[in-house]
């Protein structure tokens, strides 16, 4: 059973609901979002191993190029440019998709693997489970391949809480696809609001069953509305409190450290579960 757990906008509470469920649930935990991945800080996992995940990326043998500009002109992502019969690769723009390497009638492009990041394991007493940490490179833009990388070696035998990269971006997709329920974390602002609607589409277009948890909530009245003419409910409400601030600054999972909050979550991802 893989969960999912998503916001289109960042800052929601996303990393604060999926360190609570990987407690709640005693669950693996995967931290994909990979570009700034904090929720080790909450599960503070010990006994690390490491390994580096790399892609293909062309390399470019300038003998047997003779600057045609097939390549340049393929590719979709204008990764490759020709300047005075040089091609040139901008690494930030490649997504390895091989197009280049096939158009190349001179057999002028090969390809090198490139380390994009590293996945780090390490196992949590909070969770009495493992938490899987995807790491991307400093200026990497391969969030999305990394995150691939990591999701097809996913040991879903037990119960996994994904915590996925926030936003609606192909790296956010590629977190929800694996799951079986998505948690879709909400904040109730017109910000998170608008956003959150950017999220519902792509859930609709996955067919993907969903719980929806408003965080930190002065009033839900709107949220709920529009979760209505959409033929949605909020499942949960968690309210804006300085306690949980508090508790979250001192690296504390507020399952563990507040009673209603495990029951509230518990409570709302179990019943969803248990119609599965
Ligand atoms: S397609 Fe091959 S020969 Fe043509 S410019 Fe690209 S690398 Fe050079
Ligand atoms: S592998 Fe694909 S994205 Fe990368 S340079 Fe070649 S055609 Fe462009």
Redesign the pocket.
Known sequence: MIISVVSGKGGAGKTTIATSLAHIFQADYYDLDVDAPNGEYFLQPEKWTTREVSQQQPD?DESR???????TKECRFNALYKIANH?YLTEALCHSCNLCCE??S?G??SYKPVVIGKVRTGHSNKTWSRAIIGDLNIGSTRGTALIQDIVQQIDSSGTVIIDGPPGNSCAAVAAIKPADLVVLVVEPTPFGIHDMLQTLDILKNLHKTMVIIANKSQGDDPLMSLLAEHGLKLSASIPLQTEYHKALLNGEIISQCDQQIYQLLLQAVAAELLKQ
């Open positions: 470019i190029c003779r600057a045609c500009g097939a390549c091609i158009v190349c001179e002028a492009i």
